[in-house]
Structures are given as structure tokens and as C-alpha cells.
């Protein structure tokens, strides 16, 4: 397995598709832009401590609304010019117009970025609340991923819904929305975060029977305190398998053993998820490294280098 500092090529950074395309699993890191200086700090040490993992790449968030647009921007700078990781960057179309995507694009391009994940987004405040088109913008994230496609050579990864999308009326529409956006232009595609690997095999199946064959790589996240569970469904839109919250319930009053449990967890999925050939894994990290170091040594990655 093939692991280590992303290739350099054509005088660039690595397009992320080509090295999700190479069949040999990526492993990678999700970031969130900081809201304060001890945050920053906070992000900052992350950071450091998980790139000396040699991941395939880390992607920087996008806040809801774009209002963390300017610092998305620095920190995606800032990872692109002072670390050895190969950055990509969330973009969404929420509250914004074309004419400031096309802006956000072009700071980004000229810091050296050419890799993006397209969100259409959440709105700002309440991620369940009614999505509005900018009056300016684009209403879904297939004519994002072609607003990028257009600009420049990019590699463009768009978001895949395991349990699906909370939006879309049904599984059905969810797949055709899915294989939209990838024919838009998307080289890959990462899910939001999932507890149940068969969620993320049936949506393999069903994207592959509708004839896309876009690669999907897995979003995972440690839990590691009990009030994780009811953020993962607010930003997951998906319901937390029973099975698991119960487990998780019976340990609740000890923090050491959720923490266990979360790690223990998030590894036993990580390894059948590469048994099942996943094409790559993206650890969501909310800017702390322990937990995903843990994980990552338990899994035994370096060791597959």
C-alpha cells in the first residue's frame, strides 16, 4: 500500500482523484476553520501532529453560509505553503453569488490549490432550516461543481449521504441527485460521517447499479464523548444506529470507556471498509489529533507504507 507525501506532478500538486484513482487506499484528515485565537492554536497543533502520519491529503471546511469563507481561505493557504500536506478545500454555494464563488476560486487557485470538495451547504444558523438561493448564486451543487470544472484543471470531490441526503424525498432521488453532480464534473466523492458500514455498501451498490462508477471514499469520525453522538446527527442528518447508541448508553457515565468504545469502533469499521476495498478513508478530526492517532495506529497504517 502506497502511502506517504502526495507526487508532485506536472510542476503541481497531486490531484487528489488520481491518487483516490490509483487503487491503493488514501487515508486523510477533515479539518474545521478556527473561530478564535485559542482555536487557532488548537487547529494549529492538530495539524502538526497528524502530518508527521504522511496522510494523502486534509481538507479545510467550509462554515455554514460561508461564514467562515476568509478564514477557510488562510488556513487552506497556509497548509498549501508552510506544511508538506496536499490541502483541499470545501466550497458552498450558500449565501453567496457566482461572481464571489468565481473570487473565492481564483484567491484559492492562486495559492497553489487545485483540489475542492463542492457542498451545496447548510443554511446559516440552522442546518435543518429552508435552503434559499442566492438571488445571484446556484441552487444545487451540480452547477457549483461545473462552475469549477469550468475554471480551471481542478480535481473536484463532491459529498456522498450513505443513510442519504436529509432533503431528497427518497433513496431514488438521492442516487440520481449523487450521480448528477458527478457527471457535472466530480472526480471522487467522500460521504458525510456514518456509524454502519452496510450503509456505506448499500450506497456503493446503488450508485454502481445506476451506472456511476465515481469512486467514494468514506468519511468516518471517532466518537468519543456521548454528546457526539446527537452532533453527528445534526450534521449527518442521519439517524445513529440503535444498536451502537445503546452500547454506547451503558457506559455513558464513564468517559474512558465511551472514549474506548469510539475508538474501538471507529477502527473495527476502518478495517472492514478496507476488507471491502474502500478506495480511501477520511477521518473527520474536529481539530484534535488523539483520537485519529489512536485509530490510525490500531489500524496499523504505517506499517502497510
Known amino acids: 500500500m502506497a502511502l506517504g507525501l502526495p507526487s508532485v506532478m506536472g510542476g503541481g500538486p497531486a490531484a487528489i482523484g488520481d491518487l483516490i484513482a490509483q487503487h491503493a487506499p488514501t487515508f486523510s484528515f477533515e479539518f474545521s476553520p478556527p473561530k478564535n485565537p485559542e482555536a487557532e492554536k488548537q487547529l494549529w497543533q492538530a495539524i502538526r501532529e497528524l502530518e508527521s502520519l504522511q496522510p494523502s491529503f486534509v481538507s479545510i471546511t467550509y462554515g455554514a453560509g460561508g461564514t467562515t469563507r476568509d478564514t477557510t481561505v488562510a488556513v487552506t493557504e497556509r497548509v498549501a505553503t508552510e506544511t508538506t500536506l496536499l490541502p483541499m478545500a470545501h466550497l458552498t454555494a450558500v449565501n453567496h453569488s457566482i461572481a464571489e ?49 469550468e475554471a480551471g484543471d481542478f480535481s473536484i470531490g463532491v459529498a456522498a449521504f ?12 438521492d442516487t440520481a441527485n449523487f450521480v448528477r453532480k458527478c457527471r457535472a464534473g466530480a472526480d471522487f466523492a467522500i460521504t458525510q460521517m456514518f456509524f454502519d458500514v452496510d450503509d456505506y455498501l448499500r450506497l456503493r451498490d446503488r450508485v454502481s447499479a445506476a451506472g456511476c462508477d465515481t469512486p467514494i471514499v468514506a468519511g468516518l469520525m471517532p466518537v468519543t464523548n456521548v454528546g457526539t453522538i446527537a452532533r453527528s446527527e445534526q450534521l449527518s442528518g442521519a439517524p445513529f444506529p440503535a444498536e451502537l447508541a445503546a452500547r454506547f448508553e451503558k457506559v455513558a457515565d464513564d468517559p474512558k470507556a465511551v472514549r474506548r468504545l469510539g475508538i474501538d469502533h471507529a477502527t473495527a469499521m476502518s478495517q472492514r471498509l478496507l476488507d471491502e476495498g474502500v478506495p480511501g478513508i477520511h477521518y473527520i478530526t474536529f481539530n484534535r489529533s488523539t483520537a485519529t492517532r489512536e485509530v490510525w495506529q490500531q489500524l496499523g497504517v504505517g506499517a502497510r507504507a
Open 101 to 149: 464563488l468565481r473570487n473565492v476560486i481564483g484567491q484559492l487557485a492562486g495559492a497553489g490549490i487545485r483540489n475542492f470538495l463542492i457542498v451545496r451547504g447548510d443554511p446559516p444558523g440552522d442546518p435543518t432550516g429552508e435552503w434559499v438561493q442566492h438571488p445571484e448564486g446556484v441552487l444545487y451543487a451540480e452547477e457549483l461543481v461545473q462552475l469549477v470544472h
Open 162 to 173: 450513505p443513510y442519504k441526503h436529509p432533503r431528497s424525498v427518497d433513496i431514488e432521488a
